[in-house]
């Protein structure tokens, strides 16, 4: 799995490639940790050559939705491949993320999407 | 019992990094016996999660155990068998968490409940665990829709 970490528009999109399990999950984590720990800065990962994800991949982005709502910013994903959504749908998380198409709506919708605030 | 039509036995050490090893052979087998790709990537899933909890919660994360999986393969369900030689595991283990508490963690045996019809221990299993995973299909060759998970004791 390969994580690549751009700003665009004062977004920080985390691009993230490859199969996400147990095995490589703690690098995305640790660049959402990074990322989201610094400056206050809305989070948007690209999921498009997300090939497979698993439940600790799950873990990693409901633990960025988590660092999100702490520190009043904003977290979407967007690009999801069907698998990866079905996964998600299964886990009932497609209401808890904001998920965009692609790149050019989730740039457009993030600064507005409503932050999510029934995490535990 | 019919004999399986397809068979394949796989052992790896407990490390996260091999599990895509495992999700290739589930891949190749599923193929092989003629499984549609959307209950190939659920049948994907089950046994990594399975695997996953084996390495995390059995060896907790010590890279030096056994991981062994079986996969048969009959005209009417795929069975896996997951073996390790870590400490007994409780079936109450498997219970899992509610999916209105929106945290991280705990989803791998939700989605294996969802994604498999059987769900059993081999109590008779000494030197360690002996999981067994089985789905049916239906006559039309792609499977029922969610697992019930039944655990079988």
Known sequence: ?????????????????????????????EALLKEMGGIKTNVLINMGGVSYIDSSGIATLVEGLQLSQRTQTRFG???????????????????????????????????????????? | MPKAEHFLRIVITSEARLLHILRCAVRFCAQEAGVSASDMDCLTMAIDEAASNIIRHVYKDEPSGRLGL???????????????????????????????????????TYFIKCFMDEISYDEDFREGNRLR?????????????????????
Not at chain 1, 5 to 22: A, K, M, P, W, Y
Not at chain 1, 85 to 109: G, H, N
Not at chain 2, 82 to 104: A, I, Y
Not at chain 2, 145 to 153: A, F, N
């Open chain 1, 77 to 120: 994903l967007y690009g999801l491949r069907p698998n990866a959504r079905s996964v998600l749908e299964l886990a009932r998380l497609t209401k808890v993320f904001s998920i965009f198409e692609d790149e050019q709506e989730a740039l457009a919708k993030i600064s507005t999407t409503m932050p999510f605030s029934g995490l535990s």
């Open chain 1, 1 to 29: 799995m390969k994580v690549l970490v751009r700003n665009e528009n004062s977004t920080t999109i985390i691009e993230c490639t490859g199969e996400v399990d147990l095995y490589t999950s703690p690098k995305l984590r």
């Open chain 2, 133 to 153: 995973l089985v789905k049916h299909f239906t006559p039309a060759g792609s499977a029922s829709h969610e697992g019930s998970g039944q655990e079988r004791k």
């Open chain 2, 70 to 108: 079986e996969i048969r393969a009959f005209p009417d369900r795929m069975e896996f068998t997951l073996e390790d030689s870590g400490p007994k595991v409780s079936p109450e283990s498997w219970r899992p968490r509610t999916l209105e508490d929106v945290r991280p963690g705990g989803l791998g």
